[in-house]
């Protein structure tokens, strides 16, 4: 199994602020996806990264593909309380089918 | 628009005891998956499914065992219940393999708690 690290683990900050999630590997993975979990329901697919130095913005959310494929990140500008939740990324391998899972971060916004 | 439907949504369960966990989904989708979540563990593949007729392993499948008599339907059965199985469970299924720009897509979670 390819391992995936998310950081930070948790994060807390207020309404308006930035903050930036990464998710980091050792392997070289053929594409990479985010998702977004809140309490009680599945994981919602919010993005799939293809290309090595890939950007997507959704809204206030930027995500980028590292180079080497082995890293990306996730940015949120002017965090909304409706951010909420925990943040997973999952690494697609080059062969099988098994998506690989980060432990995720937890992102507490506070009014 | 259902999507994958889990049932049930709680249950406890005695040591030694088994259970079904039920999953359906309504989008024609080949591919099926069982994860388990643990708290700060993040998701692990249990059992997958590319089609009727067809299972495999994932990265912890001991304890457990599935079938996948039609396209809809994916149960994962418990024999033997067991404290290390305690964990919240999650099915999901997507129309193509991980690699492509298609979702999983997970039903809401079955909470087992085994005492």
């Known amino acids: 199994t390819q391992l995936l690290e998310q950081s930070p683990q948790f994060l807390s900050i207020q309404e308006g602020e930035n903050l930036t999630v990464y998710c980091n590997s050792s392997?070289?993975?053929?594409?990479l996806q985010w998702y977004r979990q809140e309490p009680g329901e599945g994981p919602v697919l919010l993005v799939t990264?293809?290309?090595?130095?890939e950007v997507k913005k959704l809204k206030r959310l930027t995500f980028q593909f590292g180079d080497a494929r082995k890293d990306s990140s996730l940015h949120i500008t002017a965090a909304q309380t409706g951010d909420t939740g925990l943040y997973l990324c999952a690494g697609v391998p080059n062969s099988g089918y098994a998506l690989n899972f980060g432990k995720g971060t937890s992102l507490l916004v506070t009014p | 628009n259902a999507g994958v439907t889990q049932t049930p949504k709680f249950r406890i369960l005695k040591i030694g005891q088994s259970m079904t966990l039920q999953c359906t989904q309504d989008?024609?989708?080949?591919?099926m998956y069982w994860y388990r979540q643990d708290p700060g563990m993040g998701l692990k593949l249990i059992y997958y499914?590319?089609?009727?007729?067809?299972?495999d392993k994932g990265e912890v499948p001991n304890g457990y065992n599935v079938s996948r008599s039609t396209t809809e339907d994916f149960p994962l059965r418990l024999e033997l219940a067991a404290p290390s199985q305690t964990s919240v469970y999650f099915c999901?299924?997507?129309?193509?393999?991980?690699?492509?720009?298609?979702?999983?897509?997970f039903g809401d979670g079955t909470r087992l708690s085994i005492l």
């Open positions: 499914s590319v089609g009727a007729g067809i299972t």
């Open positions: 990264v293809v290309t090595g130095g």
């Open positions: 989008m024609n989708h080949n591919y």
């Open positions: 999901a299924s997507s129309d193509s393999r991980p690699g492509s720009y298609q979702p999983q897509h």
């Open positions: 392997s070289v993975f053929s594409s």
